[in-house]
């Protein structure tokens, strides 16, 4: 069975940092382009960056350029979002999604999905 699930979420405050995980089972991610998404509560769900199959490409939004960095541990099967100098407006549910060819912003275009990770900021 195919599986995607992320952790790392919490309740941190303005400035602070988080790393959120996104651990595949049942598939080896490192062939799938990773995309992280965020939904706040009443909006749409975003796409927040992406990073390409083997992780030599990732993009960004404009709103976390510079603030977040993508990685990938291919002997963990797992890709990282590392959030630094967070701001109220990153909250919301995270959640990371694969496709098996290129990195897109939109939400059908992925395959599989995990269940979210609550990110909070907030002093």
């Known amino acids: 069975q195919l599986q995607l699930v992320e952790s790392g979420g919490g309740l941190v405050q303005p400035g602070g940092s988080l790393r959120l995980s996104c651990a595949g089972s049942?598939?080896?991610?490192?062939?799938?382009?990773i995309g992280w998404f965020r939904q706040a509560p009443g909006k749409e769900r975003e796409g927040v960056s992406c990073t390409s199959s083997s992780g030599g490409w990732s993009n960004y939004i404009d709103s976390v350029k510079g603030r977040f960095t993508l990685s990938r541990d291919n002997a963990k099967n797992t890709v990282y979002l590392q959030m630094n100098s967070l701001k109220p407006e990153d909250s919301g549910i995270y959640y990371c999604?694969?496709?098996?060819?290129?990195?897109?912003?939109?939400?059908?275009?992925?395959?599989?999905w995990g269940q979210g990770t609550q990110v909070t900021v907030s002093s």
């Open positions: 049942g598939f080896t991610l490192d062939y799938y382009a």
């Open positions: 999604a694969a496709r098996d060819t290129y990195c897109s912003r939109e939400v059908y275009r992925y395959d599989y």
